[in-house]
C-alpha cells in the first residue's frame, strides 16, 4: 500500500468518525458542568470570551438540528487539523542541500 493510499484512507475514516460517531454522541454536560451543577455552583460560571463563535460548544451555528451541527463541527475540526499539522510538518521537515554531491 502506497503512503498516499494510506493518508487518503486515514483520512476518509477520520472525516466518517468525526461526523457520523459525533451523531451519537452524549447530550449530557462534561464533566466539569456536571459537577457544578451539582454542586450548586453553574450559575456562577462566566462565558467565555469565545461562546459567540462558529464552532462554540462543540455545535456549529446556523444549522438547527443538533446532532447534524456536532458532525459538521467535527468535519471541521478534522479539516482545522489536517491543515494546522500538514503546514507544521511542511515546516519543520528536513531539507537536504540544494548542492549535494551524495
Known sequence: MTNRRFFAIALLVSLLVAGVASYYASAH?????????????????????????????????????????????????????????TGLFWVVRRREPADSDA
Open 29 to 85: 454536560p462534561d464533566g466539569l458542568e456536571y459537577v457544578a451543577e451539582q454542586t450548586g455552583f453553574i450559575d456562577s460560571a462566566e462565558d467565555s470570551p469565545t461562546s459567540e463563535s462558529p464552532l462554540a460548544d462543540y455545535q456549529t451555528s446556523g444549522v438547527d438540528d443538533a446532532r447534524i451541527s456536532g458532525g459538521v463541527a467535527g468535519v471541521v475540526g478534522v479539516v482545522v487539523m489536517l491543515v494546522l499539522s
